[in-house]
């Protein structure tokens, strides 16, 4: 007789399986945190430890957001009006500035709102990787954390001065290195190496990233074709384009994954999907600086695409919207070319696919990990379920979740993270915030109040 820990019944599955993408009235069994049951009804005989119903909800993969920032929801509300990333921007508080208190109360926030979300897996990359994984570690969720890899002085970026140190870069290589070092037994952290673009890493810097990433296996994230001024300053610098010198350096391969892919030419992309490249689409950052990745070409030339929301607020649901809708935009035309399954793959299996777990995670199949979110479509936004798929697509939203469940682990319930005190989140990371601006918070709102 088959034993479950915990099993869900009569919830619409959206499985993100093309072989069975959508199952009425599921039973979805879980044991040992894997997925060992899925049909339209339970087995005839069986025990389980927990049995919840769930008419009128649906059941989705866990969201895989493969490119974030966590640290920088200290910019929330500002960096979104700025047209360029913070990095890049003077007048706001950097990185650099930011201490390890800081780092672990932000770091926090940032990752929790991407669980409430729905989203089981946040490849994060910023400074102080070492207490944000901690920090991020306590809520259960899948991880893929890296430092920021660069060898340019970013305190020199902000005023267009890019001066490439060896000395940077070798103490932020060695810190990515150690961080995988320190988490490579954990269940569910994986180390990223996030060489930053190729504006802010130097082409031989880029040529170490490529041999530690070789050498152990390890993923790398990056920004590629950002902003047009990574553009003219790589084509100062190399006179190729960023993919070009990606492939030079030995890193154009199935382990990068180019982060906004605004500035790709059609001749980059083919150069990303004959070498097994991934896209990372961040359409609502890219479109709130006025800008569309060229996602119709990079679909047409055979780039798989991921989803993720850098450093705007963590809904992924709201993302396939944007990533929907842009494409469309770009087309002129609504087509079998973009629907609501193709930004559905990117938010799973897409983003699985770029990270490397596919067989891990991603959908709901029997023997994948148990990584799934509860959606409560009984709102009258989400009625009637004549297109489940299509409704959580267009109308849906993260705030839709009620239940996010990680390797059979709830860490999600009505709505409330089960492990952190989420007041206790929100105010540590108000007072880090209000920390770091200080003097320049009161600049900053003399110039935006004229």
């Not at 006179?239 to 605004?262: F, K, P, Q, W, Y």
Request: glycine share 10%.
């Amino acid at each position: 007789m088959p034993f479950f820990d915990l099993l869900l019944l009569d919830a619409i599955a959206l499985t993100a399986d093309p072989a069975r993408p959508q199952i009425r009235g599921s039973a979805i069994g879980i044991r040992d945190g894997r997925i060992t049951w899925l049909d339209a009804q339970p087995p005839a005989q069986y025990t389980a430890t927990r049995t919840l119903r769930l008419p009128g909800h649906f059941v989705t993969p866990g969201f895989v957001n493969v490119h974030t920032h966590s640290i920088l929801t200290m910019v929330r509300g500002v960096a979104a009006d700025l047209g360029f990333a913070p990095s890049y921007t003077p007048g706001i508080p950097k990185g650099t500035r930011v201490n390890p208190s800081q780092a672990r109360a932000l770091a926090r926030l940032g990752a929790l709102e991407a669980l409430l979300f729905g989203s089981t897996v946040i490849g994060d990359n910023f400074v102080h990787a070492d207490v944000g994984t901690d920090a991020m570690v306590e809520l259960g969720m899948r991880l893929c954390p890296s430092w920021r890899i660069h060898d340019v002085d970013f305190a020199r970026v902000a005023h267009g001065d890019w001066h490439h140190e060896a000395a940077i870069g070798r103490k932020t290589l060695d810190a990515g290195l150690a961080l995988h070092a320190r988490w490579q037994d954990h269940p569910r952290v994986r180390v990223n190496l996030a060489a930053h673009a190729v504006d802010t890493c130097s082409d031989g810097f880029l040529r170490e990233v490529a041999a530690a990433s070789s050498a152990h296996g390890l993923t790398v994230s990056t920004h590629l074709g950002q902003s047009q001024v990574e553009v003219d300053r790589v084509r100062e610098r190399s006179g190729r384009t960023s993919t070009e010198v990606l492939a030079d350096v030995g890193l154009l391969n199935e382990r990068l994954m180019g982060g906004h892919c605004i500035y790709v030419t059609e001749a980059d992309a083919q150069k990303m999907a004959a070498a097994g490249a991934h896209a990372v689409h961040i359409p609502k950052c890219n479109a709130t600086s006025g800008r569309l990745a060229p996602t119709p070409m990079l679909q047409r030339a055979g780039v798989n695409m991921a989803l993720a929301t850098d450093t705007q607020h963590g809904d992924m649901v709201e993302l396939m919207r944007w990533a929907l809708v842009t494409a469309r935009v770009q087309e002129g035309r609504v087509d079998d070319s973009w629907q609501p399954h193709h930004v559905f793959h990117m938010a799973t299996m897409g983003g699985a696919k770029a990270l490397g777990m596919a067989g891990e995670i991603g959908s709901l199949e029997v023997g994948k990990a148990a990584d799934l979110v509860v959606f409560d479509a009984n709102r009258p936004h989400l009625r009637p379920h004549v297109n489940p798929l299509g409704n959580l697509v267009h109308t849906g939203q993260g705030r839709d979740v009620r239940m996010v469940v990680v390797a059979g682990d709830i860490l999600v319930e009505d709505g409330l993270p089960t492990r952190v005190d989420m007041d206790a989140v929100c105010a540590e990371a108000e007072a880090a915030t209000r920390e770091l601006w200080g003097d320049e918070g009161k600049r900053y709102w003399e110039r935006v109040q004229g």
